[in-house]
């Protein structure tokens, strides 16, 4: 059983999001789905499970799972397709914002309030869906591969969160308007429920073309669709059907999308959204960044170990920031003296940071011989540090981290976590990846 205590709701106290997701078998997906939307929530919301039709094994898992985690569960014996599926859990959800996820979808770290951000950019936006690795258009870093849509696989050695902060870093976050959104994380506000209605089930009936549809009909309506192109969704891609009916249905819907809304503004639409200039330039900058990250593989490759006064330094603000370059790959740790290590192991809960412990000058000077690279992090370059200098022959480089200099924190959901704390640290690996290529002194300030 998941936790639900999260308490970030609207003025009502009630939860101003309903998460939909249609399930046909693939049940290995359907539960890294799960686990990632309960394992990263940071919201609350509600859960509307609608099972079309799935085996006997997933059917029972989909009723102990509602049970367990209190979720709305529909069932139908036979399947129906997905966007009579979808329709029952629009017409059971009632909240101000509604997503429509894939089974075969795995969310990231903040990913429903980065939606909600781009939905209130203005008063017109009411379809709002996020970059993935395989989502038509809205992929990235490449859009094509060498058959049809690339699937991006995530990169040998970058997990998924540090992909979804690598793209959070890379793009402009303009929330691109767009004519077209992809259904695979499909939001909708409710004033476009009450005015559009439900996709057209009659025509597609499977899925496949219903959110296209929907999306002219919202842009028909008055209402902008936009991209909220700080939030990465991972998309396995279609699970539930095999690549060959995969191909029938998106054949068959593309003739029945023409067939309704004509062939041209079929094409105008696809050419607007494909060329759209934000999202061709945020996929430039995503493969730039992943160029610079290999570019970082010796820095990630050696050990790094940070040196405090602690006499001038915020030790608990530090000690979070190298939490958080930890997490980002980098093998570092922290000398600290032994008289603080009590205090030190009081404060800190975060198991990613390690701390090592030194009684004399003489037993620092041993463990630093033991790291590629010796960082000294304090407000001046202090007396105590140039006598350590001058019994060994490894340099240690000044990394100047003042209270002026650095981020502020936030407090959320009680737990100190930020993008201005995440973009410090981005900032920080640039400049050790800087340091260890180029093998000079540098003093930030």
């Known amino acids: 059983m998941y936790s639900n205590k999260i308490n970030n709701t609207g003025n009502s106290g009630k939860a101003i999001v309903d998460i939909i997701i249609c399930v046909h078998n693939a049940l290995e997906y359907v539960k890294e789905c799960f686990d990632s939307i309960f394992k990263k929530k940071t919201i609350d919301f509600n859960l509307i499970i609608v099972d079309d039709g799935s085996d006997e094994n997933v059917n029972e898992y989909l009723n102990e799972f509602a049970k367990e985690n209190d979720c709305v569960l529909i069932r139908h014996d036979i399947a129906k397709g997905y966007t ?49 690795n395989a989502a038509s258009w809205q992929s990235t870093p490449r859009l094509k591969g060498e058959i049809g849509y690339d699937l991006n696989l995530l990169p040998k050695g970058i997990n998924l969160e540090i992909m979804s902060l690598l793209v959070e870093f890379s793009t402009l976050k303009k929330f691109p308007r767009v004519p077209l959104v992809n259904g695979f994380c499909y939001m909708i506000k409710r004033k476009v429920i009450n005015k559009v209605g439900y996709f057209d089930e009659e025509t597609f009936p499977k899925g496949y073309g219903e959110e296209d549809d929907y999306s002219i009909r919202v842009k028909k309506a008055g209402f902008n669709l936009r991209i909220a192109d700080h939030c990465y969704v991972y998309h396995n891609k279609t699970k539930s059907f095999t690549p060959e009916k995969r191909l029938a249905l998106c054949k068959s819907a593309r003739k029945l999308l023409r067939e309704k809304q004509g062939e041209k503004i079929i094409k105008e639409y696809v050419n607007e959204v494909m060329n759209n200039k934000v999202l061709k330039m945020n996929r430039e900058n995503v493969k730039i960044t992943l160029d610079k990250l290999w570019e970082f593989k010796k820095v990630v490759s050696k050990s790094v170990l940070f040196l405090f006064n602690e006499k ?30 009590n205090m030190i192991l009081e404060n800190n809960t975060n198991e990613s940071c390690c701390h090592i412990f030194y009684n004399s000058k003489e037993n620092l000077v041993n463990i630093m011989e033991k790291f590629d690279l010796v960082l000294a992090v304090a407000c001046e370059y202090g007396n105590e540090f140039i006598d350590i200098q001058n019994l060994t022959k490894k340099v240690i480089y000044a990394y100047n981290i003042q209270k002026s200099n650095t981020c502020l924190l936030k407090q959320y959901n009680s737990k100190v976590i930020g993008d201005e704390t995440r973009k410090e640290a981005w900032d920080k690996l640039l400049f050790l990846n800087e340091i260890i290529n180029k093998n000079k002194f540098k003093e930030r300030y």
Not at 100 to 123: F, H, R
Not at 313 to 337: F, P, S
């Open 312 to 341: 001038d330094v915020d030790m608990e603000l530090i000690i979070e920031e190298m939490n958080i370059l930890t997490q980002c790959g980098l093998n570092i740790k922290i000398a600290v003296k032994e008289n603080l290590k």
């Open 84 to 132: 009579v599926s979808a329709n029952e859990g629009l017409r059971v959800s009632k909240s101000k914002f509604v997503i429509l996820l894939n089974s075969d979808t795995i969310v990231t770290k903040g990913w429903i309030e980065k939606l909600i951000e781009c939905a209130k950019y203005d008063s017109k936006t009411g379809v709002i869906g996020p970059l993935s």
